[in-house]
């Protein structure tokens, strides 16, 4: 360990990816000396982990957060639970979606790295995240340059579980059938996101268009179709 590390808090670190691969690697990293950190736990999702600490406080002060699961999809719905526990959480993902990003932070992420950044990104994010220093990699500024210059489409979680299920069905009314509302409300959650996009200069008049709008955000991917 440098004598600079070496004057810097220890931070303990958890990690929830389902790679093994990722395990190992940030596990190397962490080892590495370069900063002050230890993992302290490897897990496959992010009910393992809760398992192995069940109660908070506890003794792990960063949770290094895979959002995107085996399968494509991207579990906002964990991110929230872990925030929601005063959970540290650094996601650290493939996705480079703006609208990935930037929903990551409004969940109560502290900061989202790229998994492509790298080592030194990580590292340094995970040593922030430990102590109350912001850290903000290249993804995540453009992200929030992109926000504030050129504004992005602002769906409520109804208008986007309400897009998802239509990609994945035939029709409006197996829509309704599968979130038990009518087609009618259906029909306005959609208009409703249509306008939203227009709104903002990326207007997705039919179907293809506004999955190619949805799939750009993050808000789904291919393998959920």
């Not at 906002?76 to 609208?99: K, N």
């Not at 950044?117 to 992109?146: F, S, W, Y």
């Not at 197996?174 to 306008?195: D, K, N, W």
Request: aromatic share 6%.
């Amino acid at each position: 360990m440098t004598l600079e590390a070496s004057s810097q808090p220890l931070v303990t670190v958890a990690v929830i990816d389902a790679h093994d691969v990722v395990h190992a690697g940030i596990a190397a990293w962490c080892a590495s000396g370069e900063l002050p950190i230890r993992l302290v736990g490897a897990f496959r999702n992010s009910s393992e982990f809760m398992a192995s600490y069940p109660q908070t406080p506890h003794d792990v002060d960063v949770v290094v957060f895979d959002l995107q699961l085996d399968g494509g999809r991207l579990d906002f719905d964990s991110l929230r639970v872990l925030c929601a526990r005063d959970e540290r959480v650094v996601v650290f993902c493939d996705l480079t979606a703006d609208e990935v990003i930037l929903t990551s932070l409004e969940n109560g992420a502290i900061t989202y790295l790229v998994k492509s950044e790298g080592r030194k990104h990580l590292l340094d994010a995970i040593q922030a995240a430990g102590t109350t220093r912001p850290h903000v990699g290249p993804r995540m500024a453009r992200a929030l340059r992109n926000d504030s210059i050129l504004g992005r489409v602002r769906l409520s979680d109804r208008e986007k579980e309400v897009l998802i299920a239509w990609f994945q069905t035939e029709s409006k009314d197996e829509v309704g059938r599968r979130l038990f509302i009518a087609p009618t409300t259906v029909r306005t959650h959609l208009q409703r996101a249509r306008a939203k996009y227009a709104s903002i200069g990326r207007p997705a008049p039919t179907k293809s268009a506004l999955l190619a709008r949805a799939i750009e955000d993050g808000i789904l991917t291919l393998q959920d179709l």
